[in-house]
C-alpha cells in the first residue's frame, strides 16, 4: 500500500517580507528550547536558543518567543532572504537533557 | 574543528546484514545524541550519552539496534540484522554541556535492500 509521511505544514513568503513559524511543545517542565534549519541534503543547522526563565531572545535577523503559558515557541525572521528556504525545527530539553524535535515546517521563499 | 563528523554517508546494504555508523563528536563535548530521520516519523531521538555514558536509549527501536561510545572521541550505532524498515538517515549530534547548542554531522543515509 502507499505510504503516508509526515505532512510538513508549509509556510509560503515573498522575498523581504518578515516571516514566523510556530511550534507548541506538550512537557511544562521543558527548560530550553532550540530552533534548527534543515537544508535539503544536510544536517539540522543552529539558530538560536532560548532558556526557560526568558521570553524573547534576539539574534541577527531572528527572534524566538516563549509563551509558557500556553506552551507555544515561535522563530521570527526579519527581511526573509531565499537562502532561508529551509524545514525549521523546533525542539525541547524534557529534562537530563534530553532534546526532542518537533515535525518541522517547510519554508518557502517567492522570489 | 572539522565540526561532527560522520561516516559513511551513504550505506547500502543487503537485509540481515549488520551495519555500523561511526560518529566523531567535536572535540571537549560531554554529550552525544543518536537520531534517526524519516518521512513516516521525522526526527526521532534514539540514544544519548554523557561523559561516554548511555543516558537514556528509549527510543532505541528494538535489540537489533545498538550504541556504544567506548571514549570522548568515538562512538558506533550498530544494526544486526538490518531490515528495509531501518532505512533513513542517521544523524549524529554533539553538545557542549546541558542546555547549550547541538552540533550536527551531516549524517549517513542507510538503505537496506
Known amino acids: 500500500g502507499e505510504s503516508v509521511g509526515l505532512h510538513l505544514p508549509t509556510l509560503s513568503v515573498q522575498e523581504g517580507d518578515n516571516s514566523i513559524i510556530n511550534c507548541a511543545y506538550s512537557n511544562s517542565a521543558s527548560d530550553y528550547f532550540i530552533w534548527y534549519k534543515q537544508e535539503s541534503g544536510k544536517g539540522p543547522q543552529f539558530i538560536i536558543d532560548i532558556r526557560s526563565n526568558m521570553d524573547k531572545r534576539q539574534g541577527q535577523r531572528v527572534t524566538v518567543l516563549l509563551n509558557k503559558t500556553v506552551k507555544h515557541l515561535s522563530l521570527q525572521i526579519a527581511a526573509t532572504q531565499p537562502g532561508d528556504s529551509a524545514v525549521y525545527f523546533c525542539?525541547?530539553?524534557?529534562?537530563?537533557?534530553?532534546?526532542?524535535f518537533g515535525s518541522g515546517t517547510r519554508l518557502l521563499v517567492r522570489p | 574543528d572539522a565540526g561532527v563528523i560522520q561516516s559513511p554517508r551513504h550505506e547500502v546494504t543487503e537485509m540481515g546484514q549488520e551495519v555500523t555508523l561511526r560518529c566523531k563528536p567535536i572535540s571537549g563535548h560531554d554529550y552525544l545524541f543518536w537520531y534517526r530521520q524519516t518521512m513516516m516519523r521525522g526526527l526521532e531521538l534514539l540514544i544519548y550519552f554523557n561523559n561516554n555514558v548511555p543516558i537514556d536509549d528509549s527510543g532505541m527501536p528494538e535489540d537489533r539496534f545498538s550504541a556504544k561510545m567506548p571514549n570522548a572521541s568515538f562512538s558506533t550505532l550498530k544494526i544486526q540484522p538490518s531490515e528495509p524498515r531501518d532505512s533513513a538517515v542517521y544523524f549524529c549530534?554533539?553538545?557542549?554541556?546541558?542546555?547549550?547548542?547541538?552540533?550536527f554531522g551531516q549524517g549517513t543515509r542507510l538503505t537496506v535492500v
Open positions: 549530534a554533539s553538545s557542549l554541556a546541558v542546555n547549550t547548542e547541538a552540533f
Open positions: 525542539a525541547e530539553n524534557r529534562g537530563s537533557y534530553k532534546l526532542i
